[in-house]
């Protein structure tokens, strides 16, 4: 079972595990016009590896190639974020099955749920917790 972290949490983890990464799995429209989170306190950066292709939102069948050429091993510990937490889960269930013992799912991804009015980004997750991102 995947083990849901919360963005604080994950954040911490990043800055004091060297062998922690975060790798973001939304689509590259999500990256470009929403944000991505920024990591350059740590001296790291996020890896972005789509787990679903827009715009048919198939699954990528070589995600867990892409893991591996973006330099992931199985002694990292891989925290996996999306928008909500959905997504990401399923890519760290994927990683688990391929070989990554050491995988996280960041609890309400970097927007979290809708808030009462509708928005992302402020009730819970990466942005509400006031982690670091940037705009792409």
């Known amino acids: ?10 954040w911490q983890a990043l800055q ?19 944000g991505v989170p920024d990591l350059s306190e740590t001296g790291k950066q996020t890896v972005l590896i789509q787990w679903q ?15 591996r050429r973006a330099g992931l091993t199985p002694e990292h510990h891989v925290y996996f974020i999306c928008r909500s937490g959905v997504r990401s889960l399923a890519a760290a269930e994927a990683a688990r099955a391929a070989g990554f013992p ?7 991804g970097f927007e ?19 982690l670091p991102w940037i705009q792409r």
């Open 1 to 10: 079972m995947v083990e849901n972290i919360p963005p604080t949490q994950t």
């Open 16 to 34: 004091a595990n060297p062998e922690a990464q975060l790798v973001d799995v939304r689509t590259d429209a999500e990256w470009n016009f929403v």
């Open 53 to 67: 292709v827009y715009p048919s939102m198939q699954r990528d069948p070589a995600f867990e190639e892409r893991l």
């Open 102 to 108: 050491h995988v996280y799912n960041v609890a309400d």
């Open 112 to 130: 979290g749920p809708v808030d009462s009015n509708g928005q992302r980004g402020k009730a819970a997750g990466w942005k509400a917790d006031g």
